[in-house]
């Protein structure tokens, strides 16, 4: 078992920043591909961002490339997602999930391990 809290969600203006961090327990971090979900109301959960257990490799969605990034730090068992000139748009629940895997994959059900999700609110 992974057991995976997230923190950091807020309410911030349009162009403003954020940094998610989700903090792994449980089974050994590194083993899992790491990845960041968003939900809004009334929408499907959506991917947002992946990244491979030794950190090396990282995907994203076009909707926040260029704009948002994630890292981990295994010696932490942390993983983050630095969010910059953040849109109404990113309004959403965000969580943070985990799979056993050597590929990083985009579709939430993947992944084995959720987080509670933290909310982010921007506003215009």
């Known amino acids: 078992q992974v057991q995976l809290v997230e923190s950091g969600g807020g309410l911030v203006q349009a162009g403003g920043s954020l940094r998610l961090s989700c903090a792994a327990s449980?089974?050994?971090?590194?083993?899992?591909?790491m990845g960041w979900f968003r939900q809004a109301p009334g929408k499907e959960r959506e991917f947002v961002a992946a990244?491979?257990?030794?950190?090396?490799?990282?995907y994203y969605a076009d909707s926040v490339k260029g704009r948002f990034t994630i890292s981990r730090d295994n010696a932490k068992n942390t993983v983050y997602l630095q969010m910059n000139s953040l849109k109404p748009e990113d309004t959403a629940v965000y969580y943070c999930?985990?799979?056993?895997?050597?590929?990083?994959?985009?579709?939430?059900?993947?992944?084995?391990?959720w987080g509670q999700g933290t909310q982010v609110t921007v506003s215009s």
């Open positions: 990244i491979s257990w030794s950190g090396s490799s990282t």
């Open positions: 999930a985990a799979v056993s895997t050597f590929v990083i994959v985009r579709t939430p059900e993947a992944y084995d391990y």
């Open positions: 449980g089974r050994t971090f590194s083993n899992y591909v």
